[in-house]
C-alpha cells in the first residue's frame, strides 16, 4: 500500500468517526437547548481541523521515522555491497537488461582490464570475450534463461582477459524480474578455475607419466624373469641333460653297459627332476583358496628343504581374510625372490620369515645369517628390481640392510 492511500483512509475513518459521533454527541448536548447547537458546530469543525492537523502530523512523523530508517539501511547495505564488490576475488557484476548497462567490481576490472566500473554495451563486451568454440552455447544457454523464467544459471566456460589469454571460469548469475515477472536485472559472479584446471591437467599427466613408467617397469621386470628363467634352464637342467645324452651315447659304443656309469646317469637324471620340480613349484602360482598364506610359505620352505639344509623360523601375524588375494600372492612372490637369492649367493644357514600386520599397513621380512653383501653395489641386481616393481604397484617400498659376513635383512611394507 502507497503512503498516499494509507493517509487517504486514515483520514476518511477519522473523518466519518468523527462527524458520526460528534453530531450524536451535540444532539444529545443541545436536545433541550436548540439555539446552542450552531456555536458548537463552529467549535467542532475548529476542533476537527486541530485533531486532523494533529493526527496527520503523528502518521507523517511515523512514516518519516520508517522512511529514514528505511534508508539508512539502504546506506549501510550498498556501502556493505560496495565493499564486498570491492574486496571479493570473485569477479562480480550488475546489469541492466534494459539500459544494457553493467556495473562490475575492481576485481572483474582487473580481468579485463577496464577502467570504469560502469560501462554501456556490457551484453556486447561479454561475448565478444568468450572462446570461440563456447560462445554459442553460453548464448544460447543465457538466453534460453531469460525467456524460461528461471532465475539461477551456471556455467563453465573461457573467457578472455586483459592479455589476450582466456581464462577458466565458472559463471553463475541470478535473474531480477520487476512487478510484472519480466526480467529486469541480472547480478552474477565469475569464479576464475584457471590455475586449478593447470593443476588438475598437470596432476593427470604427471599420473599417466607414472602409469606409464610403471607399466615398462612391470613389463621389463617380466622380462627379466623370463630370461632368468630361461638361463636356469639352460645353466642347469640344460647341462644336465647335455652330460646324461653324453652317457647314453657311451653306452650305445659298448655291449656292456658300466655300473658306475649307469649310476652317474640315473643321479643326473633324478637331479634334473629336482631342478625342474623346483622350477614347477616357484612358477606355479599357489591357490590362497585351499590353503593360508602361512601354509604356502612353510610348503616353500619345505621344498627348499629337500635339497638344501637350511634353518627356517617362519612368524605370520596377519589374518588372511584381511588380506586380498592379490596381496599374499604380492607376499608369496617377493618372499620366493629373496629365499632364491639367498640360495644362490648367501649360503646361509637360518632365514627368519616374518609377516606382521598393523591397521592398513603390512610390514614382512626375510632376515638371513649368510654372506652380505655391499649394499652400495650389489642392491640392484634383477632380484631386487623384481621385488621394486611388484611393491610399486601397491605404492609400497622395500629396504635392504645388509654388509659383508653379517648377513642380509630384506623388509618391505605396503598399505592395504
Known sequence: MSRSLRLGIIYLIFGAFWIICTDWLLLEVTHDHPHLLPGFMKVKGLVFIALSAVLLYLVNKADNKALIRSVEENKSLSKKYDALRAASKEAIYEYD??????????????????????MRGGWNLWQEKVHPSDHERISNGMMQQLQSGETTWQDEYQLMDSQG????????CFVIKDDHGKPNRVMGTLLDISELK???????????????????AIVKAQEDERNRWAIEMHDNIGQLLAVTKLYLCNFSDSKIPDKDMLDRTRDIVQLSLTEIRQLSARLKTPVFDDQSL??????????????????FHINIDADDKELQEEHKLMIYRIIQEQLSNIIKYAEAQTVLIS?????????????????????SKDAVGIGFKNIRS???????????????????????????
Request: hydrophobic share 35%; charged share 25%.
Open 97 to 118: 537488461l534494459q539500459a544494457d548497462t553493467v556495473h562490475i567490481n575492481p576485481y572483474l576490472q582487473q580481468i579485463f582490464g577496464l577502467k570504469n566500473e560502469f
Open 165 to 172: 589469454k582466456y581464462r577458466t571460469v565458472i559463471h553463475t
Open 198 to 216: 593447470n593443476l588438475q591437467k598437470k596432476y593427470y599427466q604427471q599420473e599417466m607419466r607414472n602409469k606409464v613408467s610403471l607399466m615398462k
Open 294 to 311: 602361512s601354509s604356502a610359505i612353510k610348503s616353500l620352505a619345505g621344498n627348499i628343504n629337500r635339497v638344501k639344509e637350511i634353518q
Open 355 to 375: 609377516v606382521k600386520r598393523t591397521e592398513n599397513l603390512v610390514r614382512f621380512s626375510v632376515t638371513d645369517d649368510g654372506r652380505g653383501f655391499d649394499t
Open 390 to 416: 611388484r611393491l610399486k604397484v601397491y605404492k609400497g617400498n622395500m629396504q635392504v640392510n645388509s654388509s659383508p659376513g653379517e648377513g642380509c635383512a630384506l623388509t618391505a611394507e605396503f598399505l592395504i
